[in-house]
């Protein structure tokens, strides 16, 4: 694939090969490593779009590679990343179905193209899901870009231009809210080696962010409860964002040893919050639906008032207050959560049926599974807003805990039978002593969609996938052996 080089930083031309006879011809459409050298990691979505002549669109704020295969387009890229040295400059390159001539768009840029001729069918691959609230634009004709659209009309002879209600009222570059860099953001993890730690890194390359831009840390790498310590590794590295996974969550430990996790979730935290302060950098703290009682009836909205009545809810609701000093907050409540890089509900279960046909389960404490995958793709696309606050995040859907026991088993195939029982008669039958554990953890996530996020699937859909990973890792694990 030949790459040309344009009047803008880091934007191409591209012509993929092409071999051809009187028969026809064949030609690449797009080689996955090509599209790394050029930094595009991955392909999420393959989008056509059909067009009259004269229409101008404006598609969607990703990174892509764009073609026209019937037609012609004229396609207009401008500049938007405020530390590039070609910031508030503009392209235009003409795409024809015969010309062979992709564009690659890096993210950070302003896109959109006037079609040439009726029914032209405009195609584009992006790196990433599309996420309404990430979506912005700059007005078509702002003239202080210089894109001289009357020549361009007139050459092709189009007599007025076709556009959207919404691409008509687009701001101005300077007046445009949305700050995009050329330089990729910093992202710093605490908790790492946990199961959400480790899956926020993974959805964080999948999304093209380089690995030396990822500063994921554990115990070993940065111990949050040492403030000097905290603030050195911080302030050296000087994150963009910070997810602050780290915590005991330990819950019946927890009634045991108050001091160590009061240390930890709360001093730990302030550490963490004061660090983050000090460079300017968003924190997303990880909560827990332990902040509240499990009294209500109904659904928990975030606002409601809490009432922890363990230690490990306590310790982490004054961790929400110490977060809550930054103005640049995400606290994220969750809940019965289960992901690869960890032990689980879901694993336990398993390696329970293993030995036993039948199992005493809670069947009194109502809530939400949560998957550490989907959990970790929206909150990464939470910190890339500024809608801060305070929000509850599960996957869709409210099950007992004996409930989702029976789900495990029907989607592995395992003969078990779930016994419901109280948790009273549990902890009778079992002659355990327990942390106090809401009866009713049901938290209403409304307010992801009032910001233009989706609801993550549903709960029993993320078990059969998790399920799906267990069993590559069992394969990789067994290859590995051989």
Known sequence: MKKIETELKDCYILEPDKFGDERGYFSPYFIQKNLEELGFQRVVQTNRSKSAKGVIRGPKCQAKIVEVIKGSAIDVVV?????????GKYTAVKLTEDNNRQLFVPRGFAHGFVSLEDDTIFQYIVDNDYAPKLEAGILWNDEELGIDWQKIMQENGIEEPILSEKDQHHPTLKENPVIFKREQEKYFITGYNGQLGYDIKRELLKNGIREENIIATDKEEMDITNREEVMRVIEKVKPDVIFHCAAATAVDKAEEMEDIVQK???????????????????????????????????????????????????????????????????????????????????????????????????????GSPTYTVDLAHLLVNLSEMDNYGTYHVTNDGFCSWAEFAEYIFEASKQDVHVNKVTTEEYLK????????????????????????????PTWQDATERYLKELEDEQYVLKRGQR
């Not at 500049?79 to 910031?87: A, N």
């Not at 300017?280 to 703290?285: F, L, N, P, R, S």
């Open 79 to 87: 500049d938007i990343r405020k530390d590039s040295e070609t910031y």
């Open 264 to 366: 930890i979730n709360v001093e730990g935290t302030k550490n963490v919050v004061d660090a983050s302060l000090k460079v300017g950098a968003k924190i997303v703290y990880l909560s827990t639906d332990y902040v509240f009682d499990g009294t209500k009836d109904g659904v928990y909205e975030p606002e409601d008032s809490v009432n922890p009545k363990s230690v490990y809810g306590k310790t982490k609701y004054l961790g929400e207050e110490e977060v809550r000093r930054n103005p640049k907050h995400f606290i994220v409540r969750i809940s019965w959560v289960f992901g690869i890089n960890g032990k689980n509900f879901i694993r336990t279960m398993l390696k329970l049926a293993e030995n036993h046909t039948e199992l005493n389960v809670v069947d009194d404490q109502i």
């Open 429 to 456: 039958l079992t002659g355990t002593k327990q942390a106090y554990r809401p009866r009713n953890s049901k938290m209403d996530k409304s307010k992801l969609t009032e910001i233009g996020l989706e609801m993550l």
